[in-house]
């Protein structure tokens, strides 16, 4: 990422991030939601999936180490080809929704 060349980082490189766990119903897709603990969009995703009742995973990157963020970012942009932007919900392995805008969110979450 910042300078060092490294591996492109995978699923498996996700599981030792420490992701904050919410139960729910289990939604088709797995949702996984980064965030900044400080970010008022942020605060308003996770009340937003809260409402919903949907079961995720979320972790406030400036909350983790310089290396578990470049696990996060290397994977968000080898999978979805996109730099990191917040919020960023992961839905499934091929869909993302980035910044919150509740109707758009709605209506791409609305059959989970």
């Known amino acids: 990422m910042w300078g060092k060349k490294r591996k492109e980082a995978t699923n498996n490189d996700l599981e030792r991030i420490p992701f904050t766990f919410v139960q729910g119903k289990v939604p088709k897709e797995p949702l996984t939601l980064f965030a900044l603990s400080t970010c008022g969009f942020c605060r308003r995703a996770i009340a937003f999936l809260d409402e919903l009742g949907v079961e995720?995973?979320?972790?406030?990157?400036?909350?983790?180490?310089?290396?578990?963020?470049d696990v996060i970012r290397g994977?968000?942009?080898?999978?979805?080809?996109?730099?990191?932007?917040?919020?960023?919900?992961?839905?499934?392995?091929?869909?993302?929704?980035?910044?919150?805008?509740r109707k758009s969110w709605e209506k791409e979450l609305s059959d989970d």
């Open 56 to 69: 995720y995973r979320y972790v406030h990157m400036d909350k983790i180490s310089r290396e578990q963020q």
């Open 75 to 101: 994977y968000v942009k080898n999978k979805y080809k996109i730099a990191v932007s917040f919020p960023f919900l992961c839905v499934g392995d091929k869909d993302f929704l980035t910044g919150f805008i």
